[in-house]
């Protein structure tokens, strides 16, 4: 889903935005292939498109036969004791208007109320009128935020709204397990996408305290608790040989997620930068976990550059199906890498963007084993010499809030890793050749693509009414997991 300068993820359930259905999933590979198909976790690609239950994009549109969890994703709002965080600068704009608006109407009523005006009263009113509309216009959108994104829902139906978050991870727990018990004479493929840990960082009474690193470490102490589970799951059923697992996360840690005790947002070592900055290694570099017990070597590190895209290939290889014909696919297999038949990625080059704006590229030389990162966009840190921008959600793709490099920056990420020494024709010898080898690359790689829907539009992210999913009356929608429509 294409990101423009506006939004970068779709901000409701209700909007009609989503994962477009010319899209295909390696979900709907091996549904074709004869796998069971399961989603169980956050989801965030969108629900309707048109009508409250049409669900075009809902993930059994989309190869998936089965699913539970969120079709949103978590954020601050589904916290009663957090901060807002949809659409937070939209609303702290829409409640300041709000309060002009009252001080100007009070202003105008005490004038006339002193003989200071010859305004009427009627206009008054009505003027108060037009107040009390403004603010309950604000209040509806957002003061249901809770209420309409933060949801469960198990296949077409909601189970829960809004969710309990203090019991979310034992359920998605719960249905994992009980899948793969479903499922264990067949083949099946299982997508697993935790709360964890995103913030606001829900986290049982047992794993409180159980980390050095704050709320933070104790929530990444439950989620590989969750893990650990998962796992003793297909030990117990004897499925441990004959099912290929793959453990990873879709970015760094979120430098800008804070609070008055301190970071929440993880930490990302010797890397520079975080989520969504688009070039930098510290929201890229994620973990690459994978376990096949007899098929792949154990405690064997690859050095190698991979990308979450190659995910896609390998899983519909490893299910017997063909990847599409009819368009570019960025990604390869793992799988030569990961048995030891080959020693280089497939991936000579790697193209990093933040939205549709490329700010990055890397090229491993296969000739020299060098690895090579020229950024021609970076985002401005904020405040100046900070490592993130603080005071944000998330660093900018483009406009006032991006540096553009003329000549660009180049870094030899096997010897600099952190990106802390930018290197210049004086101090390296191959920077012409370098810089010139992954431009051609560049231009190469935007001939391959191609215009697709803009997911991303007003039209698509704003709140439609018509397409929120909802149990009991709307808009008041509630429900509990045991089927009682009331809140608990």
């Known amino acids: 889903m294409e990101a423009t300068d506006g939004y970068r993820a779709l901000q409701w359930n209700a909007g009609s935005g989503g994962l477009p259905a010319n899209e295909t999933t390696f979900a709907r590979i091996l549904q074709r292939e004869g796998y069971a198909t399961g989603l169980i976790g956050k989801w965030h690609q969108g629900v309707n498109c048109e009508s409250r239950t049409d669900h075009c994009h809902h993930p059994l549109n989309h190869g998936f036969g089965y699913f539970?969890?969120?079709?949103?994703?978590?954020?601050?709002?589904?916290d009663p004791g957090r901060p807002p965080e949809v659409d937070a600068s939209l609303r702290a704009q829409l409640g300041r208007y709000t309060q002009l608006m009252a001080l100007g109407i009070l202003t105008?009523?005490?004038g006339r109320a002193g003989g200071l005006t010859s305004v009427s009263w009627k206009a008054v009113a009505g003027l108060a009128g037009l107040g009390v509309l403004v603010f309950a216009s604000w209040y509806a959108s957002f003061g249901f935020v809770r209420r309409w994104n933060c949801i469960l829902m198990k296949n077409h139906n909601v189970t829960e709204q809004p969710m309990v978050l203090e019991r979310t991870g034992s359920r998605l727990l719960k249905e994992a397990v009980s899948y793969i018990e479903r499922n264990k004479d067949r083949p099946f493929l299982l997508f697993v996408s935790l709360l964890h840990v995103h913030i606001p960082l829900v986290t049982t009474k047992e794993f409180l305290g159980k980390s050095r690193h704050g709320l933070y470490g104790d929530n990444v102490e439950e989620m590989d608790w969750l893990v650990g589970r998962i796992l003793n799951a297909l030990d117990e059923h004897g499925l441990k040989n004959t099912t290929f697992t793959y453990f990873t996360s879709d970015h760094g840690g979120h430098?800008?997620?804070r609070d008055e005790h301190g970071q929440l947002g993880g930490w990302n070592g010797i890397y520079r930068g975080g989520k969504g900055m688009g070039g930098w290694e510290g929201g890229i570099r994620v973990p690459g976990i994978a376990r096949w017990p007899g098929v792949l070597p154990a405690g064997?590190?690859?050095?190698?550059?991979?990308?979450?895209?190659?995910?896609?290939?390998t899983v519909v290889q490893l299910g017997g199906g063909q990847v599409p014909q009819d368009r570019v696919i960025d990604g390869h297999s793992l799988v030569p890498l990961l048995q030891g038949t080959v020693e280089r990625s497939a991936h000579d080059f790697l193209f990093h963007y933040c939205g549709k704006h490329l700010h990055a590229a890397r090229w491993r030389d296969r000739d020299s084993g060098r690895i090579w990162k020229v950024h021609y966009v970076t985002p401005r840190f904020h405040p100046e010499g900070a490592g993130a921008c603080y005071g944000r959600g998330v660093c900018p793709c483009s406009g006032e809030g991006v540096t553009r490099h003329s000549p660009p920056l180049l870094f030899d990420l096997s010897r600099d890793p952190s990106e802390a020494r930018p290197l210049s024709p004086g101090t390296e010898p191959l920077y012409q050749e370098v810089i010139a080898t992954v431009g051609e690359a560049v231009q190469q790689h935007r001939t391959t693509l191609s215009p697709v829907p803009p997911q991303f539009s007003l039209g698509n992210i704003l709140w439609n009414p018509w397409l929120q999913p909802c149990c009991g009356a709307f808009p008041?929608?509630?429900c509990s997991q045991d089927g009682d429509n009331s809140e608990t």
């Open 68 to 78: 539970y969890g969120m079709p949103f994703t978590l954020v601050n709002d589904c």
């Open 108 to 110: 105008v009523a005490a």
């Open 255 to 257: 430098l800008e997620a």
């Open 300 to 313: 064997r590190v690859i050095q190698e550059p991979t990308s979450l895209m190659d995910v896609f290939p």
């Open 476 to 478: 008041f929608c509630s």
